[in-house]
Antibody, heavy 118, light 107 residues
Framework: QVQLQESGPGLVKPSETLSLTCTVS?????????WGWIRQPPGKGLEWIGS???????YYSPSLKSRLTISVDTSKNQFSLKLSSVTAADTAVYYC???????????WGQGTLVTVSS | EIVLTQSPGTLSLSPGERATLSCRAS???????LAWYQQKPGQAPRLLIY???SRATGIPDRFSGSGSGTDFTLTISRLEPEDFAVYYC????????FGGGTKVEIK
């Protein structure tokens, strides 16, 4: 069974960089599929952040692209998110996920709340 | 970027009733790239439908998806108590976007 777990600081200061890691178990990232990040501000809807293939090819949301880096470490079976110059608008629950058929999202982590505040 | 508009915003129904949820796209979406999710409070979303009409593994057959082009529908034939939740559609074209969600609440 594929499982994903987000980890990283729950509090980030404005203008700093938000960094999260997703550790995958039950499946080797090297075996395929795209892996992604999605966020959800408190009480609001879902927003795709970006995704990465095991080869390292990346796909970013146009609205976040200038601040975003997603990378993969197949040796650790992890992929990571870095979002720079954060503001309060970046406060959200951040989910890591594995894509499934036709870019749907078949597996989700439990989510981690990141608050941007001084 | 394709914008997805879901309606209604809230649907108030009783258990056993039929629910019909709409997802309209600002431009044509390949049917292969339209999905539906269910989300309950405090939980991650769960994939229900992919490819506009294919049920994901383990999803009961009371859930069905249909549509093409710019108009897609999620139907729940007979609402069970566990079906009251928020539902999102999602598409992938040049980018990936979600609709704003429809809340199905108990009447």
């Amino acid at each position: 069974q594929v499982q994903l777990q987000e980890s990283g600081p729950g509090l980030v200061k404005p203008s700093e960089t938000l960094s999260l890691t997703c550790t995958v178990s039950g499946y080797s990232i090297s075996s395929g599929y795209h892996w992604g990040w999605i966020r959800q501000p408190p009480g609001k809807g879902l927003e795709w952040i970006g995704s990465i293939y095991h080869s390292g090819s990346t796909y970013y949301s146009p609205s976040l692209k200038s601040r975003l880096t997603i990378s993969v470490d197949t040796s650790k079976n992890q992929f990571s998110l870095k979002l720079s110059s954060v503001t309060a608008a970046d406060t959200a629950v951040y989910y890591c996920a594995r894509h499934a058929s036709a870019w749907s999202i078949g597996y989700w982590g439990q989510g981690t709340l990141v608050t941007v505040s001084s | 970027e394709i914008v997805l508009t879901q309606s209604p915003g809230t649907l108030s129904l009783s258990p056993g009733e039929r629910a019909t949820l709409s997802c309209r796209a600002s431009q044509s979406v390949s049917s292969n790239y339209l999905a539906w999710y269910q989300q309950k409070p405090g939980q991650a979303p769960r994939l229900l439908i992919y490819g506009a009409s294919s049920r994901a593994t383990g999803i009961p057959d009371r859930f069905s998806g249909s549509g093409s082009g710019t108009d897609f529908t999620l139907t729940i034939s007979r609402l069970e108590p566990e079906d009251f939740a928020v539902y999102y559609c999602q598409q992938y074209g040049s980018s990936l976007t979600f609709g704003g969600g429809t809340k199905v609440e108990i009447k």
